[in-house]
């Protein structure tokens, strides 16, 4: 899919945001354009002076976006530090910039991290090593969910999923995907209502949720970074792609974790978490709520985002009737 999102630039412009970033005397030695992401435009450039950077440039301001993707730019930048701080492998915010005069929108250079895509080499690595693999990223989101944010839900400007409560961020956040489904016409099983209702129903079960933990929230094998070790197993590298992220329940971050897996395999991450001794998630009837609700959410974005990616023709329509069969078994889960 060619996204509407993607702000591309000219060498020139490439040389500007160097100089603004490093001094008038730094030089791009070889550039290019990773293509994998389907959000913001991504390179990868080497300096002459050796460095090894990713330069990612948010889409250019006015796009008809989802109503939550405001500034997400921003909340990356804020992700990577706060998650580096705590000892989470992720990619150093080098230089962000938000003053939006060189290209018009936000751009951040971030440290270049070893290794491939898990989701390029899972095939290759054994069972025991796919699952030590899994198992490790369980512990870096222990790790990552001991950073507090100062309330719940999207630390975004004038966001109203800006919440005192996971409750009330939840809710507010199901609001604004379903005000974009209305918005830019999109059909959901159900309906938009019907849904509301479904997920305010169980509001209670959220109540639980008492400290707004850092979470990733899109932390599919896409985003995990790995090194094999070439005898079948892999080391865990980095967690990139950190703009979805917002401050919330721990449980969240298992739907991404395993998207479109067997849920079976929630038991062994739940200890991988539990194991690494920064909190513990047990497979409770509340936590199992939490998770249908949350899966629901994910998929209401993955329905609803086509339609501000210039996404159109009979993929699209397929996969979203695919995505359409999994909310309704979700939302069947929650009565």
Do not use: C
């Not at 730094?26 to 991504?42: D, K």
């Not at 198992?135 to 944010?149: D, P, S």
């Not at 969240?252 to 001794?277: C, I, N």
């Not at 936590?287 to 086509?306: K, P, Q, T």
Request: proline share 5%; hydrophobic share 45%; glycine share 10%.
């Amino acid at each position: 899919m060619e996204s509407l999102t993607k702000l591309r630039v000219t060498e020139p412009e490439l040389d500007a945001l160097v100089r603004r970033g490093f001094g008038d005397r730094a030089r791009i030695a070889r550039w290019r354009e990773l293509t994998e992401g389907h959000y913001n435009v991504a390179y990868a450039i080497r300096l002459v002076d050796g460095a090894d950077l990713i330069l990612k440039i948010a889409p250019p301001p006015g796009l008809e976006l989802l109503g939550h993707e405001v500034d997400l730019m921003r909340t990356e930048v804020e992700f990577f530090r706060r998650a580096g701080a705590a000892g989470v492998a992720v990619p150093e915010v080098v230089f962000a910039d938000t003053a939006r005069d060189l290209v018009g929108s936000d751009f951040v250079f971030l440290g270049r991290i070893n290794g491939v895509a898990l989701n390029t080499v899972s095939d290759e690595l054994s069972p025991a090593g796919l699952a030590a693999v899994r198992a490790r990223v369980a512990a870096e989101t222990a790790l990552l969910h001991t950073v507090t944010g100062p309330a719940y839900g999207y630390p975004l400007r004038d966001s109203r999923t800006w919440q005192p409560t996971w409750r009330a961020a939840y809710g507010a956040m199901v609001r604004d995907i379903l005000d974009d489904a209305r918005r830019l016409g999109t059909e959901l099983p159900l309906g938009v209502e019907r849904i509301e209702t479904l997920l305010s129903r169980h509001a209670d079960a959220l109540d639980e949720v008492d400290r707004p933990a850092l979470v990733h929230f899109d932390l599919w094998d896409g985003n995990v970074f790995v090194s094999p070790d070439g005898d079948g197993g892999a080391t865990v590298t980095g967690l990139i792609d950190g703009e979805r992220a917002f401050y919330g329940d721990p449980v969240a971050e298992f739907v991404s974790m395993t998207l479109f897996r067997d849920p079976a395999e929630l038991p062994g991450l739940f200890a991988a978490y539990t194991a690494a001794g920064h909190g513990t998630i047990e497979p409770t009837e509340a936590v199992a709520r939490r998770l249908a609700m949350y899966r629901s959410y994910l998929y209401l974005i993955m329905s609803v985002e086509g339609a501000t990616r210039g996404w159109h023709g009979p993929e699209r329509e397929e996969f979203e009737r695919w995505l359409a069969e999994l909310l309704e078994v979700q939302l069947g889960q929650l009565g």
